[in-house]
């Protein structure tokens, strides 16, 4: 893959509560910790609906990332083939393997669910009463799914073992979890500022976040 | 993997709404796709909360699959590693199997959490009337969801071409789907019926369905 052409979408502009939460993050960030080249298609704010998009990525959504004219969606499908090919985001001995493939789907299909539902409570619903009552349920299954995380963390610096693409995937879940939650949860804190602050974050973000800056302007005046 | 010694963990017991729906399901139907031989630990309810079960699936969920000794945990990735191994869930052509790798993770993590949203609303928030008054709002979220995924299927049998791993998430995913709901996407319907007339998904539910028929005296004459 290192030789490969790479060509990740990502949008030239999302609102505020979006940027540097948006799911072409955990791509670049596997790909900048693996070292492979990629280029980046960035795409206007509505082009995902259009239909050339939606024949590479039937929910309209983003990432998208080509593979030598090979295209896959879903971020976590993405990250799982991008770790395959390098042994620093996929160990090869199998019982750490098997650690880490748990974890990918543990962080995907068991921690950002209920992290997802109170985000959309927060962001989408339009009912706000409902939401705000709604809530406080919502929050003791996020602690509840948090504390069993905590405790299969332990005093680890990495979630199975050495770093791997779990790690990322866990991080960027837990980085929408709202500031004051994460806050009960000390070893956890400590584990988004640890990954965070590898060099390889700070490249996607900063690769995200660009066009953002760029294209304010012109977006802030049409709405 | 056919020659492995597999161990699958499953409940003994469940209440009514979860019977049929619960996910080593998924695990079973891989396995008796795939041809292979498993054992079964079926727990008590309660067992899953205990140290001993934590240590290997640190959420306290069911199912976990022992290969050789090694135990993996998330219905997906257990899905995933059942799947590597045999060319009849996972086609072995690159294109194909990127495009299987993309539909597992789209069931899980772009279908199921709205799915699962209104399950949660449905089934186990106690206010009531908060939660009918955003499940309006949930129902577009996943009739949007549906109306793409039944777009991008159109006249196919399979979500990826020939039969894999992609349509044992998608119609487990599809299941949980309130039938009122489904019956608007005609071609979604035919889809999880087609894939639930499979031996091998008869084969799977009436495995996970057994116990719970044997045990029901027990449980409902302590509740």
């Known amino acids: 893959m290192k030789n490969s052409k790479l060509t990740l979408t990502a949008f030239d502009w999302v609102p ?17 910790e693996a070292g492979f080249p990629y280029e980046v298609e960035v795409m206007a704010q509505g082009a995902q609906r259009a239909p050339a998009h939606l024949r590479r990525q039937p929910f309209g959504q983003i990432p998208t990332l080509e593979i030598d004219g ?5 971020s976590g499908a993405i990250l799982w083939r991008i770790a395959e090919a390098d ?18 789907f543990g962080a995907l299909n068991s921690l ?5 539902m109170l985000a959309t409570l927060d962001l989408f619903i339009e009912d706000k009463d409902a939401a705000a009552r709604i809530r ?4 003791r299954a996020v ?7 905590a405790e299969a963390l332990g005093p680890d610096p990495h979630i199975a073992g050495s770093f791997s693409v779990a790690d990322i995937l866990l991080t960027t879940v ?9 806050a009960g949860f000390p070893s956890l804190q400590a584990y988004v500022e640890r990954h965070t602050a590898r060099p390889a ?18 977006y802030e005046k049409a709405s």
Chains 1, 2 share one sequence.
């Open 201 to 218: 974050f700070s490249a996607a973000l900063e690769g995200q976040m660009r066009p953002f800056a760029e294209n304010a302007a012109r």
């Open 87 to 104: 042994d620093a985001l996929l160990p090869a001995d199998i019982a750490a393997r098997s650690r880490v493939l748990s974890w990918v």
């Open 136 to 139: 406080p349920e919502v929050v």
């Open 174 to 182: 837990l980085r929408d979890v709202p500031d004051d939650l994460l």
């Open 70 to 74: 090979l295209s896959l969606f879903e």
């Open 16 to 32: 505020d509560f979006a940027q540097g939460h948006v799911r072409d993050l955990r791509v670049r960030w596997a790909l900048e």
């Open 143 to 149: 602690q509840g799914k948090l504390k069993r995380l």
């Open 112 to 116: 950002e669910p209920p992290i997802g």
